[in-house]
């Protein structure tokens, strides 16, 4: 995740300094992933200037992303991408390529990620958005992040903020039933929800294994570290795609149990590389805004 710009309102530091880029660079941390929780424009610029001095390729999130994955209506009457004509898709469609013509003049930019943690209800943006990209960005990557099979029905169809519309195309009961033992049931159901859509050359995922899930057992892995790499890695063949993990790199703050180990660092990592995985993400690289409350 991107380092943030100073916040006066909430007191926060500008994060976006030579001091942190250097040491992201001497960690060897290739990518960056922006500007998700600061998304104005002078961060944005700074950012990539900075990733272009310590050679670290930079992943815009176009705010045309949102229009896209839009499954409820917006604050300002907004509609819904399943409601808009075919002329509003393929207006949105002009100003998505505007925009990432614009942040092609980067001379960091790679690609863009679009849309994190996205539901089902919203794969048929997503897709567009994938066909409009390849049609015009070929040259550049596109990434797109799944969440967890730990959901519930809310999340499966309208994703991490689970706010979803009343109607859906089908039920999840029996054996999509969101329960931990139909976990690989209604999950494929949504992973296959998007991959049959378009085309994704990169996948990934992100379950923090060592939250503070069971309090009395501080020290527990939780099995979707094994789980998820072996999953993914079947569709990265499937598919012929490549896929990265998310590495969890600190505890939540609201655990006052312990810090994570250094031997907790290693296991997912070397889990991840054993399941013939392609790379890392790591959540957080630097301390996002979200984390305030």
């Not at 790499?229 to 006052?256: L, R, T």
């Not at 250094?262 to 979200?290: I, K, N």
Request: charged residues 25%; aromatic residues 16%.
């Amino acid at each position: 995740c991107a380092p943030t710009g100073e916040n006066k309102s909430k007191n926060l530091p500008d994060r976006v300094t030579d001091e942190v880029f250097s040491a992201l660079a001497e960690a060897g941390i290739n990518r960056i992933i922006g500007n998700v929780y600061d998304g104005r424009e002078d961060t944005r610029q700074r950012t990539a200037e900075l990733c272009e001095k310590y050679q670290i390729q930079y992943f815009p999130s176009p705010k045309t992303a949102e229009e896209y994955a839009r499954i409820l209506p917006g604050k300002n009457g907004e509609k819904p991408f399943t409601e808009l004509t075919e002329q509003e898709k393929e207006d949105l469609d002009a100003r998505f390529v505007a925009e990432i013509q614009k942040l092609s003049e980067y001379p960091a930019f790679t690609g863009i990620f679009l849309q994190d943690e996205a539901g089902y209800m919203s794969f048929e943006g997503i897709a567009r958005a994938k066909k409009v990209f390849d049609k015009h960005f070929k040259e550049y990557e596109f990434h797109n992040n799944f969440f967890s099979y730990s959901i519930n029905e809310d999340m499966f169809w309208g994703g991490m903020n689970g706010k979803a519309p009343k109607e859906v195309p089908f039920k999840l009961e029996g054996d999509l039933a969101i329960t931990f033992e139909n976990r690989f049931n209604f999950y494929d159901k949504l992973v296959e929800g998007l991959l049959t859509k378009a085309p994704f050359e990169f996948l990934s995922q992100d379950k923090y294994p060592f939250e503070n899930f069971w309090p009395k057992v501080p020290t527990a892995v939780h099995v979707a570290l094994f789980e998820l790499n072996a999953y993914f890695n079947e569709k990265k063949k499937k598919y012929g795609s490549k896929f990265y993990n998310y590495m969890q790199v600190g505890e939540w703050v609201d655990n006052d149990v312990r810090q994570m180990t250094f031997a907790e660092m290693a296991l997912q990592m070397h889990v991840t590389a054993a399941y013939g995985s392609d790379g890392f993400a790591y959540f957080v690289g630097c301390y996002p805004l979200d984390f305030l409350n």
